[in-house]
């Protein structure tokens, strides 16, 4: 997976590119923690499955980032692990894995809001896929 | 200068709807020569042309003289529409209802700079602020319920501030027409412990002293007078807002699919006002305002209860009195005039604030004669505004100004060019102490990252959007 942040005058986006689907979904939640904070910092001591449900990839993409937005901000937890285990058009099952956030240790680079639908692609590449998303921060 | 741009008077620009195929209004935007070259820089005009495409919407899509790229609706932006139009979440944004409040003193300068570290501390711990806080205000379903139908008033019944406070708030603290239902189990879950958070990025709560009176007559009828020091509140819906936006971006997203509704970015998904998914979103917007309120009126509790200690007096003794609380970020119903014929429309401002005039209907008792408050935050480094709103914003803007300076410069340069111990110490040396979590986060929201605060409140009171009333300079500032 490699990622870059695209300027965006008052928010922050990114671009992510991975050989596979599957990995282009999950380097971009990395890419997105990796913006909130250090990925070295966070241990994977508890784990989340997830089974979401879209009607297309952007759509997809855009509830991926968003519950695991929800469940920093509902559960407190911080993650740096992600396996995507099945990936269709309609469909993500995967598993994230992180800990409690621990003021001690994480410290924070940026609050992220949300992820937007502004501008953001999923596209197939002559060898692998790209992905853009501009985060409200 | 850019096709189909031009210049109709001093401040005031059109862009024509040639611009880009199906606009069905022109852009008007309220810049000079300088600060349009700024928002020419980015994609700010080019959403600015995307909201004109928006279904029913009424006399042009605005922008105000702090104008920049956004996501879906620019910042700065103001549209309206017509019943046979739409509302989108997109205008409104993530950060529902977030906005600001002024709470004056009858402390002068001299009172509260020798102890102002001290003074910070303590509201400092007092206000939790930072990513990942939680507040000592829990709200359980049933309590979260109250504060998204009643607002400031269901937080001023927990106990937290004064009747008096609800005449200076917006709707007298409460939206109308919230609808608890129509917001969903994750936002409730979100909304459960951060009621009196400040949270992160451009928000803060600052003391400030008035330091030059510009408006002499209104700022007596405000209560402002220079010399006295007053504390400015910026923050929003939190979470909840958050988890609004998000639910029913989804749910406007297949109601465009559904309809065959044609839009130019995603993130201006909407549905017919009218229609199942417009009513829902604007009762769970209005429950998010509420919350918003809410939120503000709890931290407004915190910053008296810290000067109490600090100056072992009551806040009503040291006259803590709010002056208003007004949102940024919001869509609402109002009565507008348009080509003499007068319509409901659904306003919406993204980084816009509402500029009534004397005699505005929903201004409370206390402004009917005066013009409501318009309160305008600045960066930390320089100055913020209270302004007066003009009879001339009611023709030209749908009855709104700007709402702040502005971002020039993206938070990744300003981090890259800008080192935040140093600013840290370049605003000490200027008499203003910052206390934030972390430098690289206060140098994101450093004075040059923005536009100048000045020159947007002048570019307003030039185009007639508002008047200003008194400029007041930052003396310590707490940022999350």
């Known amino acids: 997976m490699r990622f870059k942040t695209i300027e965006h005058t008052a928010d922050i986006g990114i671009e992510v590119e991975a050989d596979t689907l599957g990995e282009l979904f999950e380097g971009t939640a990395a890419a997105m923690f990796s913006l909130m904070v250090d990925p070295e910092t966070v241990r994977k001591t ?22 695991l937005l929800f469940i920093v901000d509902a559960e407190g937890l911080l993650f740096s692990g992600f396996e995507v285990k099945n990936v269709g058009d309609s469909r993500l099952l995967a598993t994230t894995s992180g800990e409690k956030i621990n003021p001690e240790r994480h410290k924070f680079l940026e609050e992220i809001k949300a992820a937007t639908y502004h501008e953001m692609t999923v596209e197939r590449q002559d060898s692998g896929w790209k992905a853009r998303v501009i985060f409200d921060v | 200068m850019v096709e189909g741009l031009k210049r109709i008077s001093d401040y005031k620009w059109e862009l024509s709807t040639d611009y880009k195929a199906g606009m069905r209004v022109p852009g008007i935007v309220f810049a000079d020569e300088e600060l349009l070259n700024l928002a020419m820089r980015d994609k700010a005009l080019e959403q600015v042309a995307n909201v004109a495409f ?3 919407i009424v006399y042009g899509s605005l922008a105000m003289p702090d104008l920049h790229w956004g996501y879906g609706f620019p910042i700065g932006g103001v549209a309206a529409f017509s019943e046979d139009g ?26 509260v700079r020798p102890g ?22 829990k709200t359980p379903e049933q309590l979260l319920r109250k504060v998204f139908t009643g607002g400031a008033r269901a937080v001023l019944d927990m106990g937290y501030g004064r009747q008096e406070d609800l005449e200076c708030t917006e709707w007298g603290g409460s939206y109308p027409g919230a609808g608890p239902d129509r917001v969903s189990p994750r936002a409730y879950e979100r909304g459960k412990d951060q009621l009196g958070t400040l949270g992160s990025g451009n928000h803060f709560v600052e003391v400030q002293v008035v330091e030059k009176v510009l408006l002499p007559e209104v700022a007596g009828e405000f209560g402002l007078h220079e010399g006295q020091v007053t504390v400015m509140i910026h923050s929003g819906s939190r979470g909840v807002g958050h988890q609004i936006c998000t639910d029913y971006l989804q749910v406007m997203d297949h109601a465009v699919k559904r309809m065959g509704i044609e839009i130019p970015d995603r993130q201006l998904a909407c549905a017919p006002l009218g229609s199942k ?39 009503r003794q040291l006259g803590m009195d709010l002056l208003y609380d007004i949102s940024h970020n919001i869509a609402r119903m109002e009565t507008h005039e348009v080509d003499g014929k007068r319509m409901e429309l659904c306003v919406h401002r993204k980084g816009a604030t509402a500029s009534f005039p004397p005699g505005h209907p929903d201004l409370p008792p206390a402004f009917k004669e005066v013009g409501q408050p318009v309160i305008i935050p600045g960066d930390m480094g320089t100055h913020s505004y209270v302004l007066v709103g003009s009879e001339t914003a009611m023709r030209e803007s749908f009855g709104s100004t700007c709402h702040g300076a502005g971002r020039a410069m993206s938070r990744s340069k300003a981090k890259k060019t800008i080192s935040g111990s140093e600013l840290r110490a370049r605003l000490e040396s200027e008499g203003i102490i910052v206390m934030s979590e972390k430098d690289s986060l206060l140098a994101e929201e450093a004075p040059e990252a923005y536009k100048d605060v000045s020159r947007v409140v002048d570019i307003c009171e030039g185009a007639g959007l508002s008047r200003k009333v008194a400029m007041l300079k930052p003396m310590g500032v707490l940022k999350g």
């Open chain 1, 46 to 67: 508890v784990e989340r499955e997830l089974s979401l449900e879209a009607g297309d990839l952007e759509e997809l993409l855009f509830i991926w980032l968003n519950e």
């Open chain 2, 277 to 315: 998914e417009a009513s829902d979103y604007m009762a769970a917007l209005a429950c998010a305002g509420n919350y918003a309120i809410g939120n503000r009126q709890a931290l407004m509790h915190w910053v008296r209860h810290s000067f109490e200690r600090h100056f072992k007096s009551s806040e």
């Open chain 2, 86 to 111: 739409v509302v989108s979440p997109g205008g409104v944004g993530f950060d529902i209802s977030c906005g600001v409040r002024l709470v004056k003193t009858n402390l002068e300068e001299g009172d």
């Open chain 2, 54 to 56: 928006l279904p029913g």
């Open chain 2, 116 to 137: 102002l570290r001290g003074l910070l501390a303590l509201m400092a711990s007092n206000v939790p602020k930072g990513l990942g806080k939680r507040g000592s205000i």
